[in-house]
């Protein structure tokens, strides 16, 4: 409270600047920006004491949000804030691009580099193929990108406003006085979707939403199922977060590991810092050492203050302000509006088996992850398209085609933590060129898978649906037989029929000897290999009929595998002879 105190009294000075005298009955931006408090200068700067139009808005900056206004004005409260978003992510889009040149091939290691910045006063002539794309296809979600350049879809950008804004709340001039843009810290999901909408999709998988092929639904004559002017959708289960708690996406993802932690990190992951445990088997430190989580408390407004303890990540620390414990009772609180949500702790036998120590939570948990295989890049030099970062068309137009959506099974690989999770094309890039003569030049192709959690979590799987499955093995989607002489394997996909120059199809990562076909995009990421696989197969041996964790077999794991190995249970008298 202290803290907000500080800053009444450190801008009560602006409280009879000139700015009012125009500017009448201005509504706050919240209860910790109030005009009577803070005036307009100490954000937008200008003359304080001018009598005039012209000399009251010199040197004015309109929106003061923007990060390179920010540095000036919203560092005197937020300078650490400012800082963080500054190297985050989401402002350099550095890991983008640089995942862009690895498969595109102008690089043969993902290098570090200054994102969006390295490419600003790059001439157009000298981007290559990957920077051209990037600026074209990537860059509009920038999040300090200039919000009057977007045309009939969703305004992004504006620096901080780009999240923190009340929907496409504005400012503008009423009838009663001037109406001020509000901010908000209870950030709606449909803010998140602005961006999280494209790449892995995962915002769209989290609602239920899965891009469908162009297909359209119709609802009284209407199309009902368009995501933008040229993306529809298919309804899939949703995510149980947001279909059973009605949970957005800030209520899991916290402020460090969204708006940065001052690290320049090379990937997403880097970044994020909230993972399944940290709820379900969450860390509790007491809330008198952790004023963070009482001060983001208070900005809510919804969530109560802690008072006694409050859960904090296992990666960094970082308050989970709305998971709170008082007399071990431990409660859950929507940031929306404050509500108790009810919330499972990890339990159960099959949480604790050590065969299953190497599967990250989406592995069972992820109903299904969109799959983009064989994504067509076409670039027409003859053609112009608009530069997000240049803020203008220049030459060079892309076209993406797609080849084979699918969503019903997840193929598993080892993600960048190491662990066994879904993996999905990331992308399967087969790159070409018309020249400005119109002649076809059939550039490169570049297969690669990614492993992440899709954003699609609900009760568990059952065991067949990876012990049996040839997509999870990794070999793609087709009919799977067990015979004594090994796999017998018909895929779906045939690449060679379907017009790939490749050996083996797209949907599949790898063969069921493991070795792998498709690159991934990050070091510790690779295909299922022979010995992993065969222990998948070797599994469904004891799932043809342990089917269920209810299984008495499966209480004490370890007895059962000594009974079984000393042949004093049926089924191992006759496998084991």
Same mark, same amino acid.
Request: hydrophobic fraction near 30%; aromatic fraction near 10%; proline fraction near 3%.
């Given at each position: 409270m202290k803290f907000f105190i500080l800053i009444l009294l450190t801008f009560a000075i602006y409280s009879n600047e000139s700015c009012l005298n125009c500017h009448k009955n201005t509504t706050d931006i919240d209860k910790f920006h109030k005009i009577k408090d803070m005036g307009c200068a100490s954000c937008h700067g200008g003359n304080i004491k001018a009598t005039s139009k012209s000399l009251a808005h010199k040197n004015m900056v309109k929106n003061p949000a923007r990060l390179e206004h920010a540095k000036i004005f919203c560092t005197k409260c937020h300078k650490d804030i400012v800082n963080r978003v500054n190297k985050s992510i989401m402002n350099t889009q550095s890991?983008?691009?640089?995942?862009? !040149?690895?498969?595109?091939? @102008? =690089?043969?290691?993902?290098?570090? =580099?200054?994102?969006?910045?390295?490419? %600003?006063? +790059?001439?157009? /002539?000298?981007?290559?193929?990957? @920077?051209?794309? *990037?600026?074209?296809?990537?860059?509009?979600?920038?999040?300090?990108?200039?919000e009057e350049i977007f045309k009939n879809i969703s305004k992004r950008g504006g620096g901080c406003v780009d999240c923190h804004r009340v929907s496409e709340d504005k400012s503008e001039f009423t009838l009663n006085g001037f109406k001020h843009t509000k901010f908000t810290t209870r950030?709606?999901?449909?803010t998140c979707l602005k961006c999280h909408n494209r790449s892995n999709r995962i915002g769209l998988s989290y609602i239920g939403e899965f891009e469908s092929e162009g297909y359209n639904h119709f609802k009284n004559g209407k199309v009902s199922n368009k995501l933008d002017i040229h993306r529809s959708f298919y309804n899939l289960p949703a995510d149980i977060?947001?279909?059973?708690?009605?949970?957005a996406c800030i209520d899991c993802h916290t402020e460090v590991g969204v708006m940065g932690d001052g690290k320049e990190h090379l990937h997403m992951e880097g970044a994020v810092d909230i993972s399944c445990k940290d709820c379900h088997t969450p860390k509790f430190i007491s809330a008198n050492k952790s004023p963070l989580a009482v001060k983001l408390a208070i900005i809510n407004a919804k969530v109560p203050i802690p008072t006694d303890m409050v859960a904090v990540t296992k990666r960094k620390n970082t308050p989970l302000y709305n998971?709170? %414990?008082?007399?071990?009772?431990?409660? *859950?609180? $929507?940031? =929306?509006?404050? $509500?108790?949500?009810?919330?499972?702790?990890? %339990?159960?036998?099959?949480?604790?088996? /050590? *065969?299953?120590?190497?599967?990250?939570?989406?592995?069972?948990?992820?109903?299904?992850?969109?799959?983009c295989y064989g994504c067509h890049e076409v670039y027409f030099k003859d053609g112009k398209q608009f530069d997000w970062i240049k803020k !203008?068309?220049? #030459?060079?137009?892309?076209? @993406?085609? !797609?080849?084979?959506? $699918?969503? @019903?099974?997840?193929?598993?690989?080892?993600?960048?933590?190491?662990?066994?999770?879904?993996?999905?094309p990331g992308c399967q890039v087969v790159m070409s060129v018309y020249e400005k003569n119109g002649t076809y030049n059939h550039k490169f192709?570049?297969?690669? *898978?990614?492993?992440? =959690?899709?954003? /699609?979590?609900?009760?568990?799987? +059952?065991?067949v649906d990876c012990h049996a499955n040839s997509t999870s093995l990794g070999i793609g989607q087709g009919i799977m037989h067990f015979k004594k002489s090994g796999i017998k394997f018909k895929p779906y996909f045939n690449s060679k029929?379907?017009?790939? #120059?490749?050996?083996? #199809?797209?949907?599949?990562?790898?063969?069921?000897?493991?070795?792998?076909?498709?690159s991934f995009s990050r070091e510790n990421a690779r295909a299922l290999n022979k010995k992993e696989i065969n222990k998948i197969i070797e599994a469904y041996k004891c799932i043809i009929c342990h089917d269920s964790w209810k299984d008495k077999i499966y209480l004490d794991f370890n007895r059962s595998k000594e009974l079984f190995f000393n042949k004093e249970t049926k089924c191992s008298k006759k496998l084991l002879k």
């Open positions: 890991g983008i691009l640089d995942t862009l !040149r690895y498969q595109f091939k @102008e =690089s043969t290691t993902i290098k570090k =580099s200054g994102g969006i910045k390295d490419l %600003k006063n +790059k001439p157009s /002539s000298k981007l290559t193929l990957a @920077e051209d794309h *990037f600026s074209k296809m990537c860059a509009a979600c920038h999040i300090n990108e200039k950030i709606k999901n449909k977060h947001h279909s059973s708690g009605k949970l998971l709170q %414990k008082v007399d071990n009772n431990i409660t *859950f609180y $929507r940031k =929306s509006d404050g $509500r108790k949500i009810s919330l499972p702790l990890l %339990k159960g036998a099959y949480h604790k088996h /050590s *065969f299953h120590k190497k599967l990250d939570c989406s592995t069972c948990h992820s109903q299904w992850i969109p799959s !203008r068309a220049t #030459n060079g137009q892309w076209l @993406e085609l !797609r080849s084979y959506l $699918r969503y @019903e099974d997840n193929t598993l690989a080892i993600g960048y933590n190491k662990k066994i999770m879904p993996a999905a192709d570049s297969f690669a *898978f990614g492993a992440w =959690s899709p954003h /699609s979590i609900g009760k568990s799987k +059952k065991c029929k379907s017009g790939f #120059n490749i050996n083996y #199809n797209i949907d599949a990562l790898n063969d069921i000897n493991g070795t792998q076909n498709q």
